[in-house]
């Protein structure tokens, strides 16, 4: 079984930067999607970026042109540098795998397993 583990979060001001990490055990190169999402207490996840086995992109409105998802070239560690911080994107990210390659949009978490614990990402 793949497993993911979140790393690279931390407390920042607003207008700074951090870059996030997801390590993966077990293969992930089968998989369709490996995205970002993100949960604020109180909030619903919500996707943040993904992306696919092709190297296509996807990513919110609220993020872009200040998020970057990138992979290594072994596609086991897909990277999420986050520019520009605002206090709204204070938030637990978490790094998920696609396998099943669903139809929903590249966002919808059903589509998703496995997750990892998460990393906090405090923006003040």
């Known amino acids: 079984d793949v497993q993911l583990v979140e790393s690279g979060g931390g407390s920042v001001q607003a207008g700074g930067s951090l870059r996030l990490s997801c390590a993966a055990s077990?293969?992930?190169?089968?998989?369709?999607?490996m995205g970002w999402f993100r949960q604020a207490p109180g909030n619903e996840r919500e996707g943040v970026a993904s992306i696919s086995r092709y190297g296509s992109t996807y990513y919110a409105d609220s993020v872009k042109g200040r998020f970057t998802i990138s992979q290594d070239n072994d596609r086991d560690i897909p990277y999420l540098q986050m520019n520009s911080l605002k206090p709204e994107d204070t938030a637990m990210y978490h790094c998920?795998?696609?396998?099943?390659?669903?139809?929903?949009?590249?966002?919808?978490?059903?589509?998703?397993?496995?997750w990892g614990q998460g990393t906090q990402v405090t923006v003040s």
């Open positions: 998920a795998a696609d396998f099943i390659g669903a139809s929903g949009g590249w966002s919808n978490t059903m589509r998703y397993n496995p």
């Open positions: 077990g293969n992930t190169g089968s998989c369709y999607l």
